[in-house]
């Protein structure tokens, strides 16, 4: 399906079914692409995800990797957790891991000792980010951890407008080129444009009992959310 941004409403972006279809086309060429279209960025943020988990002893832990795309935060949650139990993967696309719309999961309520998405909350307006924000409180443990990044749209930087030129005229030529007319990648400019930063998810954790602190990372290209579900009091 050839895509025209002028053809898409606000709404269309964020409809489940047409983001389960976009990267349903990516996702052959996603972890190669994404690789190359942000010069190795996307490997760093990833890393500094999740390097914002505490390091525990997780033989007996469970992570959820909430919109896990093509399981390219795993080798980092490795890495990082060598013994680590089990990591439960969702993915809205077809062609990812375990198919489930992360808004609406069925994961059981205290399920997971930590939760990690890596570029995946673009894709929600502010409305679903609230919703993800219940799930994440919802589905972690008391005392779990979450970690949660994001590509953003850095206001106030010097070379911002040559951040944008990049994203929303550049890359769509380039993947115009050497991906056979593909519009899918370029898209990351309208939703990083409507995205902003992770102030909202920010506000929205909060509100759902999470503690939180808000990173940027390189002048604010990437926004990251990382905190802990308190733990109860008798």
Same mark, same amino acid.
């Given at each position: 399906?050839?895509?025209?941004?002028?053809?898409l409403s606000m709404d269309d972006i964020y409809d489940p079914n047409f983001v389960a279809d976009l990267f349903d086309r990516?996702?052959?060429?996603?972890?190669?692409?994404?690789?190359?279209?942000?010069?190795?960025?996307?490997?760093?943020?990833?890393?500094?995800?999740?390097n914002r988990l505490p390091v525990k002893d997780a033989s007996r832990y469970v992570i959820v990797d909430l919109m896990a795309?093509?399981?390219?935060?795993?080798?980092? %949650? =490795?890495?990082?957790?060598?013994?680590?139990?089990?990591?439960? +993967?969702? @993915?809205? #696309?077809?062609?990812?891991?375990?198919?489930?719309?992360?808004?609406?999961?069925?994961?059981?309520?205290?399920?997971?000792?930590?939760?990690?998405?890596?570029?995946?909350?673009?894709?929600?307006?502010?409305?679903?980010?609230?919703?993800?924000?219940?799930?994440?409180?919802r589905m972690l443990k008391s005392g779990g951890h979450f970690s949660l990044i994001e590509a953003s749209d850095p206001i106030?930087?010097?070379?911002?407008?040559?951040?944008?030129?990049?994203?929303?005229? %550049? =890359?769509?030529?380039?993947?115009?080129?050497?991906?056979?007319? +593909?519009? @899918?990648? #370029?898209?990351?400019?309208?939703?990083?444009?409507?995205?902003?930063?992770?102030?909202?998810?920010?506000?929205?954790?909060?509100?759902?009992?999470?503690?939180?602190?808000?990173?940027?990372?390189?002048?604010?290209?990437?926004?990251?959310?990382?905190?802990?579900?308190?733990?109860?009091?008798?």
């Amino acid at each position: 399906m050839d895509i025209d941004k002028r053809d898409l409403s606000m709404d269309d972006i964020y409809d489940p079914n047409f983001v389960a279809d976009l990267f349903d086309r990516c996702s052959s060429n996603y972890r190669r692409w994404s690789a190359v279209s942000s010069f190795g960025f996307i490997s760093l943020w990833r890393h500094q995800c999740v390097n914002r988990l505490p390091v525990k002893d997780a033989s007996r832990y469970v992570i959820v990797d909430l919109m896990a795309g093509t399981g390219e935060v795993w080798p980092y %949650l =490795l890495r990082r957790f060598p013994n680590l139990r089990t990591i439960t +993967a969702l @993915d809205i #696309s077809h062609h990812m891991h375990i198919e489930a719309d992360a808004l609406k999961t069925d994961l059981p309520t205290e399920h997971a000792d930590m939760i990690v998405s890596t570029f995946g909350l673009k894709t929600f307006n502010q409305e679903q980010q609230t919703i993800m924000a219940n799930q994440i409180a919802r589905m972690l443990k008391s005392g779990g951890h979450f970690s949660l990044i994001e590509a953003s749209d850095p206001i106030g930087w010097f070379f911002r407008p040559v951040y944008r030129f990049y994203l929303d005229r %550049l =890359l769509p030529q380039i993947e115009k080129i050497f991906l056979k007319g +593909a519009k @899918d990648f #370029s898209m990351i400019g309208a939703y990083t444009q409507n995205f902003k930063n992770c102030e909202h998810m920010e506000n929205a954790l909060r509100d759902a009992g999470l503690e939180v602190t808000l990173k940027k990372h390189f002048f604010g290209c990437a926004t990251s959310v990382a905190g802990y579900k308190p733990l109860k009091t008798s």
